[in-house]
């Protein structure tokens, strides 16, 4: 990572950090961008270059999500049911990154005592979806509809893990967001039977 990558990384983590802290102490409603720019040691204008709301700041950008998914390497000639698996496995692997380098149980909590909270996740997960398809008929590797459904099913299966996770922290359970991806994806394979070659 160069030095300009490096800022603007620790940037956004000094602007989730102080979100976080901001609307566990405060509530969400509370808490405005001017706070949390103030707070992190920016202005409110470059806190806007990063994220567009203070909900997008407390959850986590799905930017590496994105740049992974529309960045992997698909052979020409691949079926959808290839170009599935091995998108799934990058989301896997993103996943997994997240869960060490994040606050995701802060996060977790929050969203179940802020539901404006989900409103910024499934602005997220839209984004996603819409990046996935795009980029998967940009190179002419499907049409609209596979790549489309391969683009939202990515993205359920995404929100399926971390809703079961919620629903496991509430209860009190012990639970692993990547275990939960493999068992949304295995669920899906059931439901679905076999993806084609």
């Known amino acids: 990572m160069g030095i300009r990558e490096e800022r603007k990384a620790a940037t956004l983590k000094a602007i989730h950090a102080a979100a976080l802290e901001l609307v566990e102490s405060d509530g969400l409603d509370a808490v405005t961008v001017g706070q949390i720019a ?3 040691g920016i202005s409110e204008r470059t806190f806007f270059r990063y994220c567009d709301s203070r909900e997008a700041a407390i959850v986590p950008a799905q930017h590496e999500l994105i740049e992974a998914v529309t960045g992997c390497e698909i052979a020409p000639g691949s079926t959808s049911g ?3 698996r091995l998108l799934a496995d990058e989301c896997r692997k993103v996943l997994g990154a997240e869960i060490r380098g994040s606050e995701y149980r802060r996060i977790s909590r929050l ?3 802020e539901p404006k909270l989900l409103l910024a996740i499934t602005r997220q997960e839209e984004a996603f979806s819409a990046a996935t398809s795009e980029e ?5 590797l499907l049409p609209a509809m596979p790549a489309l459904i391969i683009g939202e099913t990515l993205a359920s299966l995404w ?3 971390w809703q079961c996770f919620g629903q496991a922290e509430r209860a009190g359970e012990p639970a692993d967001p990547v275990e939960l991806f493999d068992a ?9 039977g076999p993806v084609p070659e």
């Open 159 to 161: 929100r399926v893990a």
């Open 82 to 84: 290839q170009i599935f």
């Open 184 to 192: 949304a994806k295995m669920n899906l394979v059931l439901l679905a």
């Open 111 to 113: 969203i179940i005592i």
């Open 136 to 140: 998967l008929q940009r190179r002419g």
């Open 38 to 40: 103030a707070r992190a």
